[in-house]
């Protein structure tokens, strides 16, 4: 069964830090790109990071470039996100996403989702 699996989201004080896992079964991701996205309650989903298949380039949202850091450990077949100084504005639902290509960095359609890991930063 393919599924893309994300862990590692909590409740974290402003300032903390968190490292997000995806990992994937019945495939491997060293063919495929990965996105991260996120959804706040009451808002669209948006694009985090993401990081190509080919050479590992990486792409960051304005919102979080600096503090976030996407890696991908193919052996382990799983993508990271380490998330740090973390600001009640980076609340949410964290989905990573999975697309086969090289070509690019970011994409505009994945082929596969996982359900998502929740991370709550308090105001």
């Known amino acids: 069964q393919v599924q893309l699996v994300e862990s590692g989201g909590d409740l974290v004080q402003p300032g903390g830090s968190l490292r997000l896992s995806c990992a994937a079964s019945g495939f491997t991701l060293v063919n495929y790109a990965i996105g991260w996205f996120r959804q706040a309650p009451g808002k669209e989903r948006e694009g985090v990071s993401c990081?190509?298949?080919?050479?590992?380039?990486?792409h960051y949202a304005d919102s979080v470039k600096g503090r976030f850091t996407i890696s991908r450990d193919n052996a382990k077949n799983t993508v990271y996100l380490q998330m740090n100084s973390l600001k009640p504005e980076d609340t949410g639902v964290y989905y990573c996403?999975?697309?086969?290509?090289?070509?690019?960095?970011?994409?505009?359609?994945?082929?596969?989702w996982g359900r998502g890991t929740q991370v709550t930063v308090p105001s």
């Open positions: 996403a999975a697309v086969y290509g090289s070509g690019y960095v970011c994409y505009n359609e994945y082929d596969y």
């Open positions: 990081i190509s298949s080919s050479d590992g380039t990486t």
